[in-house]
């Protein structure tokens, strides 16, 4: 995301004859109104000019500076702007041609042509001078005056930025992007990296750091909508857990995402993921494990942990997996969902999801289980049998904090992983 466009000199070839005052070029009176000139501004005015074509740059500023100090009037103002455009062509001063531009944007006689294209050198400047309020002020000024700068929202969001207004401008983003996305408009990835970095670089402890997260979740999911690659996914997931500081649980269950998504990628992440779940789901862990040497990132030979919980739950495994058909049975006969819950979970790991489902049911029939973390594992099995539509429709129940998560699986389910 570029912070403004550089206009730079040009300026005075933008605004071509256009900027020009009316009687240096055109005898005839115009319809509108007649312009408001002091006598000693065109004077000065005229003397500046001649000077500035001729080369003779110290006496154009000398001239200019004497029309500067005898304004009167907006048509004075703008005029003298106009000058200072003209020399600030000829000797490449971007000092001289701010001001220029300053005068010219005042002076409330800029035509609404010239005024997208003084607005947005006007913000060009305040923005490396970094004084982010004149620059966003400058670039409302531009959108409002119908410039079509393609740029000109991602600027306006770095100004909120450089002024800490972290909400607002990621209100501001998401808002654009939702309004492009309605048009059927391609909104590019760097406005969506760009975002997420502002979600990233809140410190901890700050006091928009909530509102930050959930709007930096909310850019996230439709960042990896509209460019679902396995690292940003990998990134969207990552910035959502270094946010939302998950209990492990969740933890486990963004790891069953980013497994789903193909989103995992360093050798640490398959064996965080199998250390989160060996001792449980002996079988999901080797299955992570074996993902991760698959994928040529983790070296069993070298990686100690790797092997001593392969050998572990390679142990396990049979024994395990012959207990669920019992699981089943007492589940059914308990008072409460939770055996319900760990059996369905446990099936899934084995890719039983057909056997999981029912019990998912049964546990959120049964209660005293926590119904948003059982339909979140129950869509996740839904999703992963090829159930998709009965997979949202679950997702779309969960609510609370888990519902960022669900919403997350939506995204996926409807924009499969490429590349």
Avoid: C
């Amino acid at each position: 995301m570029r912070t403004v466009s550089t206009l730079a000199l040009g300026l005075a070839l933008a605004l071509g004859a256009a900027a020009q005052p009316a009687f240096a070029k055109d005898p005839k009176p115009a319809k509108a109104a007649p312009a408001n000139y002091s006598p000693k501004v065109v004077t000065a005015y005229k003397a500046a000019q001649d000077a500035a074509n001729k080369g003779d740059i110290p006496t154009a500023q000398a001239q200019a500076a004497a029309a500067e100090a005898a304004i009167q009037t907006d048509d004075d103002r703008y005029l003298v702007g106009n000058t200072y455009l003209l020399i600030a062509q000829k000797t490449k001063d971007t000092n001289i041609q701010n001001k220029a531009v300053d005068l010219m944007i005042a002076s409330g006689k800029a035509t609404p042509e010239q005024l997208p294209t003084l607005y947005l050198a006007q913000a060009q400047a305040a923005a490396a001078a970094k004084d982010y309020a004149k620059a966003l002020t400058a670039l409302q000024g531009a959108q409002k005056a119908g410039s079509t700068e393609p740029n000109l929202v991602p600027m306006m969001v770095e100004m909120q930025y450089g002024m800490g207004q972290r909400v607002v401008a990621l209100q501001t983003l998401l808002s654009t992007v939702d309004q492009m996305n309605a048009a059927g408009k391609p909104v590019p990835e760097e406005w969506y990296r760009r975002g997420m970095a502002f979600g990233y670089e809140i410190k901890a402890g700050a006091p928009d750091i909530a509102q930050v997260a959930a709007l930096t979740t909310s850019l996230s999911q439709k960042w990896v909508a509209a460019y679902p690659t396995t690292r940003n996914w990998h990134d969207a997931l990552a910035i959502y857990r270094e946010q939302t500081k998950p209990d492990a649980e969740t933890q486990t269950d963004i790891y069953r995402l980013l497994r789903a998504s193909n989103g995992l990628l360093g050798a640490g992440e398959f064996l965080e993921y199998a250390e989160n779940v060996y001792l449980r789901y002996p079988n999901e862990a080797q299955a992570v494990l074996d993902e991760g040497v698959k994928k040529g990132v983790l070296n069993m030979a070298s990686n100690k942990n790797a092997t001593e919980i392969s050998a572990l739950v390679k142990t396990k495994i049979p024994a395990d997996k012959a207990s669920l058909a019992a699981s089943e049975k007492s589940a059914a006969a308990a008072p409460t969902g939770r055996p319900a819950l760990n059996t369905a979970d446990a099936l899934v790991t084995y890719g039983e999801y057909a056997r999981a489902i029912p019990l998912y049911k049964t546990a959120l029939t049964k209660g005293g289980v926590d119904a948003n973390l059982v339909n979140v594992h129950l869509g996740q099995a839904q999703a992963l049998s090829g159930d998709t539509a009965g997979a949202k429709a679950t997702f779309a129940t969960v609510t609370g904090p888990k519902k960022a998560l669900a919403d997350f699986w939506v995204v996926h389910i409807d924009h499969p992983t490429v590349g």
